[in-house]
């Protein structure tokens, strides 16, 4: 299973004939019943908080936004990812036309580069705001979230040359899958190593500069604020810290919710990648094997961890999502007052802290 590159169980790296290497059929089970685990698992949790978060888009905070739309995006990876590979694992060969051949292999890039990418907004913004909340208070509301929007540009343009590099094949006589050309022997590692540097190793690289710069501030100003107020300096980090440091509750929760959300991301997408560059850059590299097949389907499981993420630092897995889809309780005091808190208490703890210096 390779969805950015050449499909292992379907195709080949090197154009050789399918009827040399006859696929695993007990593999190919094991692949079909946990991708049919993902996919369900995946589309029923994002669904469900697509829509609660839908019942209240006209009190939707600022990191709600970006909820709502990696909500989109991982529904994206479910049903043009997921969905395609495991009917592809059903049949054993693409069905369809060069059109849609080449609109799958576009789709699933998409909804990899809109899942990374709408973390790495999400982490600037919450840098933004812990970091120069000045300037996230002065910056006027947009009909359009701007970050959103780039994520989403980012992730439509970054994968057209799926388009071009994808198409149905002729493999055999009367025998057609959908496969990538690439020039030999240097083309397919040049593009999977690439793929892999956009996709994974810069994003991971952004979010961790954003999260370590983050932490640093939020630690110099509960130490500041700390010392200020006559406490001991090297008191652990508790609820009463938070608050003596003037940062509010929620606004400590969403930092921790977007790190245990680039860690989840990070976890499930490290083996995949890692096994992408083994495959293209060893040629004995054991592509059939199971191990492979389970390292690469975690990727997957990336889809269902996010909603989760998101409800439980809410308090309300699973109870929580039936109420709110059936009812659709009001929650508009605790956006308003989650972001009113962030800009006031951080701006006066950090101007305190510029004043003690």
């Not at 961890?305 to 929650?331: A, H, Q, S």
Request: include cysteine; proline fraction near 4%; glycine fraction near 4%.
């Amino acid at each position: 299973m390779s969805w950015f590159s050449v499909n292992t169980s379907n195709g080949s790296q090197e154009g050789s004939l399918p009827g040399e290497e006859p696929r695993d059929e007990r593999l190919a089970r094991l692949e079909v019943a946990l991708l049919s685990v993902i996919f369900i698992s995946a589309g029923l949790l994002n669904f469900g908080l697509l829509l609660v978060l839908w019942r209240r888009r006209k009190q939707l905070s600022r990191m709600r936004v970006f909820v709502f739309h990696l909500c989109v995006a991982d529904l994206v990876v479910t049903f043009f990812q997921v969905c395609p590979q495991l009917m592809w694992d059903i049949t054993d060969r693409f069905v369809g036309p060069d059109l849609l051949c080449r609109a799958v292999k576009y789709l699933q890039v998409v909804g990899m580069f809109a899942s990374t990418y709408m973390i790495v907004v999400m982490t600037i913004d919450r840098y933004q705001a812990i970091c120069n909340p000045m300037v996230t208070f002065q910056r006027r509301r947009a009909r359009w979230n701007g970050p959103v929007c780039a994520a989403w540009c980012v992730s439509l343009i970054g994968s057209l040359p799926q388009v071009f590099i994808f198409s149905r094949v002729e493999v055999a006589p009367g025998v057609y899958d959908c496969w990538a050309q690439f020039i030999k022997p240097w083309g397919l590692r040049a593009y999977v190593t690439w793929t892999t540097l956009v996709i994974f190793v810069v994003p991971v690289l952004t979010v961790i500069v954003c999260q370590v710069r983050i932490c640093s501030a939020v630690h110099a100003s509960f130490h500041m604020k700390a010392q200020h107020a006559g406490e001991a300096v090297c008191k652990p980090l508790s609820s009463r810290a938070s608050s003596v440091a003037g940062l509010s509750k929620a606004r400590v929760k969403t930092v921790k919710m977007t790190v245990v959300i680039v860690v989840a991301y990070i976890i499930c997408w490290a083996p995949f990648f890692t096994v992408q560059l083994w495959s293209v850059w060893d040629e004995d590299a054991p592509t059939q094997s199971a191990t492979f097949t389970i390292l690469m389907l975690l990727a997957s499981l990336n889809s269902c961890v996010n909603p989760c993420i998101y409800l439980v630092f809410r308090g309300k897995l699973p109870r929580r999502l039936v109420t709110l889809m059936c009812v659709g309780e009001p929650d508009l005091k605790e956006s308003m007052q989650e972001e009113a808190t962030m800009v006031s208490s951080l701006y006066i703890s950090l101007k305190g802290l510029s004043d003690c210096r």
